[in-house]
Every structure is written in C-alpha cells, then in structure tokens.
C-alpha cells in the first residue's frame, strides 16, 4: 500500500479497517436519487445555435444575482471532479477498501455537476457560454491537493465536505425557487454523507497517532481554502457570496470548524506529546483569532448594508421632493405670468 519506515505507523493500512466500516456504513445510509428527476424541464426552450432557438438573456431568470454567482462557484467547483478524483486516489492509494470508496465517492459527486448544469441551462440563470467558456479554464488549470500526507488529507477533505455542504444548502435556501432549493438540499444530504464518511476517519486518526492528527489538523484549518479558489473571478464571486450570507467566515467558524474541532474533541484531548500540545493549542488560538475575525467581518457587513439602505431611502426621497418640486414649480410660474419666464 503506501508503505511506512520501520517502526512507524503506516497510517493508510491502519486505517483501512475503518474505511472498510464506514463504507457499508455509507452505502447502507445513502438514498439512491436521479437528477433528471430534479431538473424542471418544463421551464426549458431551444438554444440560438443549431438548433435556432432563443439566445440567452440576463432578465431571463429572476434568481437574485448573489445566488447564481454561487451556483457558478458550485458548478465549477464540482466540474473539477476529473482532478479531484486523481489527487485523492493518489493521496488515499487505490488499494483495498479506499480505492472502492474512491470510486464509490467519485461516481456520487458527477451527479452533482450533470445536477446543477442541467438546471442552470434549463431555467436559463446564467449565461451558458460564459459558463462553458468557465468551465474549460477551469478545468485547464486542474487542481492539486496541497496536502503532504494522508492526515492533512483527511483532515482536508473532512472541512471541505462539510463546507460544500453548507454552501450548497444555503445557496438553495437563498435561491427563492422551489425546483432549485429541492435539487441543492439533495446535493448538499451527499455531500453531508461524504463529511460523516470522513469524519470518522479522523476520528480514529486521531486516537491512532494524536500528536501527528493534531498538528494536521491544525495547518489544514489555517492554511484552508475551498477547493474552487483557483477558478476564474472566485475571489470578487465568494466576496459577494459572502454578503449574501450564503457562505462567510462566520459559517465557517460557527457550521463548519467549530462542530468538526467539538465532535472529535481535539481542544480538550490529553496526553499529547510537545507537538501535540502546541498543535492543540494553536488551535484553541486560531479558531479564537476567526471568531474575532468573523466578528468584524459581520459587523461591517451590517454596517454597509445599512448604509446602503440609507442611500436608497436618501436617493427615493430626494427623487420624490425632485418630482413634487416639478409639480409646483410650473403652478408659480404661471401664477406669476410670463414675464418671469426664462428665456
Ligand atoms: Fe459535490
Ligand atoms: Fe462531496
């Protein structure tokens, strides 16, 4: 398998058991679910192209503009999957129980992508050659997992499930159309599924080598970016997610890092060695740090959009004593006669 130097922990073999667990496990837990069935059809038309249907327009779909910046974000997100799967086989091996569940989480994760295009295209929210010119780029560029061993991996792909799942659930609650909240719920219960599947594995990771799952752990949460980041514009698109309340760092401290560092009890773990401790430890100080950090962020969130707010009342009452000064002021000048006329 990955091999280990003599007298060390070979990790990946250790840990097989518990793939091989939680993989029934998660067969027996996962719903079977088909995306045609998701995808209102009925909303559709034909394309300008060969078909010689109606071009794509911006007014064509009224989903709020935040909302389809994410199910972009998304979209490509899963789009990637080509890489994802290479890296993670390469980094998890393809032996034994990991390399069925490989194939098992990879086969589940294409649904997502066919999922989403195909309801993007149908209800004709975003521009589709904008967004297959996206894609190629993106896909292009391929994506590398930064991690350096099998416990960052874990660690990673733990934080990650669970991020994507909340992106995705909260994407669908702000989308205001029911066919499209349905499809994301859907999308997000697997990645939720995926998150236990791997969660579990830290789980026992951490109880197999504490001190070297800690120190993982660890640089994973303060190093962590969604595995989109690299997609074209995903900086000013997760910004505006962001204000939306779709997926900020208040998210990410309250739904996704807090629960993962509580449920397997990483700040309270005892009988660590030094590296452990500092692990821990820093931590404790870095989830401290993006609490204070998602703080700021909301209260200046809070305070932009209240000024927003005020301009857009400033501005309609400035337009309203602009259209009631328009009424008045031909009644004065013709009460006070022609005379006082401009040129
Ligand atoms: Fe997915
Ligand atoms: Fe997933």
Redesign the pocket.
Known sequence: MTGAAPGRVDIAVELEPYVARGLDRHLAAARPWFPHQYVPWGAGRDYDGPLDGEPWQPGQSALPQAVREALVVNLLT?DNLPSYHHEIARRFTQDGAWGTWVHRWTAE?DR?SHALRSYLTVTRAVDPVALEDARMRHLERGYRLEQPSLLHGIAYVTIQELA?RISHRNTGLACGDPAGERLLAR?AA??NLHMVFYRDLCRHAVELVPDAFLQAFTEVARTFRMPGHGMPGFTGKAARMAVAGIYDLRCHHDQVLQPLVRVLDLLERGGLGPAGERARDALGRYLEDLNARATRMSAAQAAQAAQAAQDTQDTQRAQAAHAAQGAVQPAVRAAAGPATELP
């Open positions: 899963e994760e997502h994507t999308i697997d990645e």
